[in-house]
């Protein structure tokens, strides 16, 4: 039976690397696939890791019909035995419905990999339909850590430096225009950080720890200073 299989965590966790690696090794044993991808890092139609891996994908847009697409690949006599979809938080719920419709009626694998929660811990709607449809979810062995060397499970946003909660759910790292609130556009330095949960509410960043704290804190280190926070 193919399976929906959802590998989600938050960033820096390697999910490009997976995605790239779940390709590669059922490529290896003789499948056929496809490989997509969505706002990657490196641009339109790539998946790439920050390990330095990259590899061409189709770019999903928000008018991409994954059923089509899989259809009229089967139907001009391409073969497709499993799908890996990357960057899945910026599917539609509608697509990730599609991808649990190709794996039932054409009995193709699909592996989706993808953050789980934005900037302000929210299920995107991708991976919540996803947590809802998948036959099997994993969360990734690899731990992403916090600057305090406690787990990395929550996505920040920082604008100029500053952490914040509020702003449109999708904005990339990059020094982009947003909104300053009264209408006006301004470029701003848009930045993305793991944090634990517990400094992700306390919105303090390796910057903000860094700037009250006059000796580093060594990471991995829960000593008398990090309680301050
Ligand atoms: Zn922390």
């Known amino acids: 039976m193919a399976e929906l299989c959802y590998f989600t965590g938050p ?10 690696q779940l390709d590669y090794t059922q490529a290896a044993a003789g499948r ?3 490989l997509f991808s969505s706002h ?7 998946v790439s890791s920050r390990l330095g891996l990259a590899k061409p994908a189709i770019e999903v847009t928000w008018e991409f019909d994954f059923w089509n697409y899989v ?3 089967l139907t001009s006599g391409h073969r497709i035995d499993y799908l890996v979809c990357d960057e899945t938080q910026f599917y539609s719920a509608e697509q990730v419905d599609q991808l649990a419709r190709i794996v039932d009626e054409l ?8 953050l789980l929660t934005d900037f ?9 339909r996803l947590v809802e449809l998948a036959d099997r979810i994993e969360t990734l062995q690899v731990r992403a850590l916090c600057w305090c060397g406690e787990r990395a499970t929550h996505n920040a946003r ?3 430096g500053q952490m914040v909660l509020v702003g449109d759910q999708v904005v990339m790292g990059d020094t982009v225009p947003v909104s300053d609130g009264e209408g006006e556009e301004l470029p701003m330095a848009v930045a993305y950080e793991v944090l634990c949960r517990r400094h992700h ?12 704290l006059s000796d580093p804190l060594p990471l991995g280190e829960n000593g008398a200073a990090d309680d301050e926070f």
């Open 11 to 20: 960033m820096d966790c390697g999910k490009s690397t997976l995605a790239l």
């Open 32 to 34: 056929k696939g496809r």
């Open 40 to 46: 990657d890092r490196a641009g339109e139609s790539t």
């Open 71 to 73: 259809v009229t690949q």
């Open 107 to 114: 009995q193709i694998d699909v592996f989706a990999v993808g």
């Open 120 to 128: 302000q811990t929210r299920l995107f709607a991708g991976s919540q």
């Open 158 to 160: 920082t604008v100029n």
């Open 201 to 212: 509410r306390r919105r303090v960043t390796r910057a903000v720890a860094r700037a009250t």
